[in-house]
């Protein structure tokens, strides 16, 4: 088989040649895609790299790239399964734009991460090229058509036969290409060598000395073939590292947030994208003193936390979108019998079991809305990984001061991305404060609740005179089975006082840019990194454009509406599905909006527009500033 391309395109594939004499390029950040099969380890190569970058004081964002099927066939466009590594000079806060180089080991996923438009105009793409000597006709003519595409489209093409490589070192290529990768790409970006060692000694640890020490020859056997081969060097300044720091996924600070909250149960049921915040928290809870519940389903986990809160544990329950839907019994027995409770919702792509691997913010109207009944909890959502960590230090504060339901949204963007931020230094305030047991009145009632705050005490079984019976019929003030209606109207008023008594507690949000403007771009979430990027870019082309995040979504803090009147415009930008006024059939009285956006326009009766998508990946700061800029020409 032959290429077919023309002499022109075929000088803008590289070519392995031992004379490259490579000039290093100073630049101030670089998006790296490294992308294959399922199971060929790409992802760990990914969150290796980014380790290692974040460790040598790098800015640092990195997003795992999975398939919507767990084996999805090989060799296919929509198949894969890999890391996006976003570096900087400075903090990075989100997933950034296209990429700038992709390593791929095979042509079909490459053609299917192109086709999406994930890679800049003329991006360096290191290609495994074995794929050239198979003995299947057909997939040798497969992968020179895709190559020569490619080529044609302007990309700059690097063949390698990274097994051939690997083959050289280990007997099976295919366990090592991953760190192979990672050595080139430690040359390539001049990256500590001693930093990344000790990441692959930590990694493999627990496969013994012989496995370390094949893992260590790939990684020089990598870096010794891009010094002779590759003529792409980069220097990305570190600005160096005055503090600790520590580099995790959300769900990683999540689990470490239930830790340091004082939190000492934890119940779930295996769900994507939450589920590794459970499997790390198993493995250090135990430690000090937690207990982490797998039940049997996800009615059962919500129950068990529900009841550990009931015994004076206060606990927290980690789910995704479909296992919430599930959940709401019990939510609304935690709003009713008022037993504390933390949930955290990891939010995937929707409705029913959807898109679990991608991104989406679908889920803020069902946490607010989505329990039968008159339900009032409080909804927050972390907008960075370090959020993930101090949300739940947070939210069982509030759960225990207020006896609430605290439902947190993070989502797959959060859960499955590492970032790099400031270690931690426990604080004691951290911690809610101890429930009184002291023998009560005689007097006591369990839901004796003040007329101002509509806060009351909270007694714990077998305390002295605290005896009462729990229920989620509507009841007393004692705790009394009541049908009548002037009970149930009452005790509904004192459960939403409780919500007002906590908004009081709220701040304003701060506004990024100037008080007033043209445009106010409002978010919540994980978009905050991209909305601040976008806004910064397009107000140094002058635009007059502001950005407001949301962390409190329900309730709204105060003086949000007096923002949004001091701007001629207002819109969010979301990652959940709102009707195009662009469709022939969608006008002002059928359009859906965007979560937030439907909230805003009913809380403050401004006109909120919205711009989402549910794309299933995350905002991408590019995108965002080119919708400012249209919507500001």
Not at 30 to 50: K, L, N, W
Not at 243 to 263: C, D, I, Y
Not at 479 to 505: H, I, M, P, W
Request: include cysteine; hydrophobic fraction near 40%.
């Amino acid at each position: 088989m032959h290429s077919t391309l023309s002499p022109e395109n075929r000088a803008q594939t590289a070519k392995a040649d031992n004379s490259m004499s490579a000039t290093i390029q100073k630049i101030d950040e670089h998006i790296v895609e490294i992308i294959s099969d399922s199971g060929e380890g790409a992802q760990t190569a990914g969150q290796m790299f980014g380790t290692v970058s974040a460790k040598m004081g790098n800015g640092v964002w990195t997003v795992e790239i999975i398939p919507a099927e767990i084996e999805p066939p090989a060799r296919s466009t929509a198949g894969a399964s890999g890391n996006r590594i976003r570096i900087g000079v400075d903090n990075i806060t989100n997933a950034g734009d296209e990429a700038d180089l992709v390593v791929s080991f095979n042509d079909q996923v490459l053609l299917g991460r192109e086709a999406a438009g994930e890679f800049k105009p003329g991006a360096t793409i290191l290609l495994e090229s074995k794929w050239r000597e198979e003995r299947e006709p057909e997939i040798v003519s497969v992968y020179i058509e895709a190559h020569d595409r490619l080529v044609a489209k302007g990309y700059r093409v690097v063949e390698i036969n990274m097994e051939e490589e690997c083959r050289k070192v280990v007997d099976n290529p295919q366990r090592g290409k991953n760190i192979f990768v990672v050595g080139i790409l430690s040359c390539m970006y001049s990256r500590d060598l001693d930093i990344v060692r000790e990441e692959i000694s930590k990694k493999f640890k627990k496969k013994g000395e012989k496995v370390i020490q094949s893992n260590l020859d790939l990684l020089d056997a990598g870096y010794q073939w891009a010094e002779a081969h590759l003529d792409l060097r980069y220097v990305i300044p570190a600005p160096g590292v005055s503090q600790a720091q520590v580099v995790m996924n959300g769900n990683t600070a999540v689990a470490l947030g239930t830790v340091a909250s004082g939190m000492d149960v934890c119940a779930m049921y295996p769900i994507t994208p939450a589920t590794s915040a459970s499997h790390y928290l198993s493995e250090i809870f135990e430690d000090v003193g937690g207990v982490v519940h797998q039940a049997e389903d996800e009615i059962a986990a919500c129950a068990f936390a529900l009841g550990a809160s009931y015994a004076g544990k206060c606990a927290i329950t980690i789910t995704s979108g479909p296992g919430m839907a599930l959940k709401t019994e019990l939510m609304g027995l935690s709003v009713m019998a008022e037993i504390p409770l933390v949930m955290v919702n990891v939010q995937r792509g929707g409705p029913s079991t959807g898109l679990p691997t991608k991104v989406e913010q679908g889920d803020l109207l069902s946490a607010i809305f989505g329990v039968p009944g008159d339900a009032p909890k409080i909804v927050m959502a972390p907008a960075t990984i370090e959020d993930c960590f101090y949300s739940v230090i947070t939210a069982r504060k509030i759960a225990e001061t207020f006896r609430s339901l605290v439902v947190i949204l993070s989502d797959a963007n959060l859960a499955t991305g590492q970032q790099a931020f400031m270690r931690p230094e426990f604080r004691e305030e951290w911690l809610a404060p101890p429930i009184d047991q002291s023998p009560l009145p005689l007097s006591f009632k369990p839901y004796d609740w003040d007329e101002k705050t509509g806060m009351s005490g909270r007694s714990i079984p077998g305390q002295l005179n605290g005896l009462y019976t729990l229920t989620g019929l509507a009841h007393t003030g004692s705790g009394a089975v009541a049908y009548e209606s002037g009970v149930n109207q009452e005790s509904s008023r004192y459960r939403s006082l409780k919500l007002a008594a906590f908004q009081k507690t709220l701040k304003t949000p701060e506004v990024v840019g100037d008080p007033e403007g043209d445009l106010l771009i409002v978010g919540w979430g994980s978009t905050k990194g991209a909305i601040e990027e976008a806004v910064m870019r397009a107000r140094k082309d002058g635009l007059k454009v502001s950005s407001m995040h949301l962390t409190f979504l329900q309730p709204m803090a105060s003086g949000i509406r007096e923002i949004m009147q001091k701007f001629k415009n207002v819109m969010t930008v979301e990652i959940n599905y709102s009707d195009d006024l662009a469709d022939e059939i969608i006008d002002e009285d059928n359009r859906r909006y965007a979560n937030l956006a439907f909230l805003l326009r009913a809380r403050y009766l401004v006109d909120v527009d919205c711009w989402s998508n549910v794309h299933g990946q995350p905002m991408k700061p590019g995108a965002i500033a080119k919708m400012i800029r249209s919507r500001l020409k």
